[in-house]
C-alpha cells in the first residue's frame, strides 16, 4: 500500500463528514491542498502541514506522520507513549516493583 492509499484515508477519517472548505478552514491549509490531498495527489503532503493538520483535529502528529509516509509504523509505535490513566493500580505496581528490583 503507498502513500497514495494511506494519506487520503486518513484524512477521510480524521475529518469525518466535513467539506474541504470546511477542512481548509479549520486548519489554515488551502482548499485546493485539501482537494489534491483527497484526489491522492502523487506529491507527498508537507511535514508541517501533516503535522498542523493532525493538530487541528486533536490527532497525534506521529500518527498523521506515519500515515503520510515520513514515519513507518515502527517508528510511530515507538514514539507514542501509553497514558498513564490506562494502566490498572496492579500494573502500574508491578512496573515500580520491577524497576526497584533491578
Not at 44 to 49: F, G, H, T, Y
Not at 55 to 75: C, I, K
Request: hydrophobic fraction near 45%; charged fraction near 20%.
Amino acid at each position: 500500500m503507498g502513500i497514495m492509499d494511506i494519506w487520503p484515508a486518513y484524512v477521510r477519517r480524521v475529518a469525518k463528514a466535513l467539506t474541504q472548505e470546511e477542512i481548509s478552514g479549520r486548519t489554515g491549509i488551502s482548499q485546493t491542498t485539501v482537494s489534491a490531498w483527497l484526489r491522492g495527489a502523487p506529491a507527498m503532503p508537507k511535514a508541517e502541514m501533516v503535522i498542523v493538520f493532525a493538530r487541528a483535529f486533536g490527532q497525534p502528529p506521529v500518527e498523521a506522520l506515519a500515515a503520510a509516509g515520513y514515519l513507518d509504523a515502527s517508528e510511530a509505535a515507538s514514539m507514542s507513549r501509553t497514558p498513564l490513566s490506562d494502566y490498572s493500580t496492579d500494573e502500574l505496581f508491578d512496573e515500580l516493583r520491577s524497576r526497584s528490583q533491578g
